[in-house]
T-cell receptor, first 113, second 116 residues
């Protein structure tokens, strides 16, 4: 089982709709969770991070964390063509004193005008 | 403030050669991590440095090495290059190693390495 799993997509969403991206993780001791956006040929760009159970909103983006079920999701409201990118879920935990950040394979999102 | 700076951005090497990539973290950031990104394997952790010491290492062969200087700048080296080393190498920096709300990591633009 992969430590961090994401549906690779592609996920196609019409412009203006809500895009929902999901991520599950295997390490129950994981402590912080990140969503990165990566445009083709570019480096990952941090969108949001979340540490506590529940929802965290930032503009059109909402991150949701459920530690009991070991999943984290990202909702993008009012999707725009510029949101088309690969979204990477990353999970950070401290194991035997060593920081470990593990990325999922990424979900490729396409917003259709 | 300036972001994470990586050099060179693009390079082509032949099999058997070695390569050195450089990373300057965001000012004030002391932790530097390196990642390899390929279409097939995604983002894979190489190693992490903090206070000039390697703190964590991923599952890569000994041909991959790195170091960090007193000013937090870091270099990674790959010796005896193989075709499979062709990838985007990303450097990321964070202020400390602590897991806290204020300690997120930021990526540089990456170094595209092609081995022919």
């Amino acid at each position: 089982q992969k430590e961090v799993e994401q549906n690779s997509g592609p996920l196609s969403v019409p412009e203006g709709a809500i895009a929902s991206l999901n991520c599950t993780y295997s390490d129950r001791g994981s402590q912080s969770f990140f969503w990165y956006r990566q445009y083709s040929g570019k480096s990952p760009e941090l969108i949001m991070f979340i540490y506590s159970n529940g929802d965290k909103e930032d503009g059109r983006f909402t991150a949701q964390l459920n530690k009991a079920s070991q999943y984290v999701s990202l909702l993008i409201r009012d999707s725009q063509p510029s949101d088309s990118a690969t979204y990477l879920c990353a999970v950070r935990s401290i194991i035997q004193g060593a920081q470990k950040l593990v990325f999922g394979q990424g979900t490729r999102l396409t917003i259709n005008p | 403030k300036a972001g994470v700076t990586q050099t060179p951005r693009y390079l082509i090497k032949t099999r058997g050669q070695q390569v050195t990539l450089s990373c300057s973290p965001i000012s004030g950031h002391r932790s530097v991590s390196w990642y390899q990104q390929t279409p097939g394997q995604g983002l894979q952790f190489l190693f992490e440095y903090f206070s000039e010491t390697q703190r964590n290492k991923g599952n890569f062969p000994g041909r991959f090495s790195g170091r960090q200087f007193s000013n937090s700048r870091s270099e990674m080296n790959v010796s005896t290059l193989e075709l499979g080393d062709s990838a985007l190498y990303l450097c990321a920096s964070s202020r400390t190693r602590q897991v806290s709300s204020g300690n997120t990591i930021y990526f540089g633009e990456g170094s595209w390495l092609t081995v022919v």
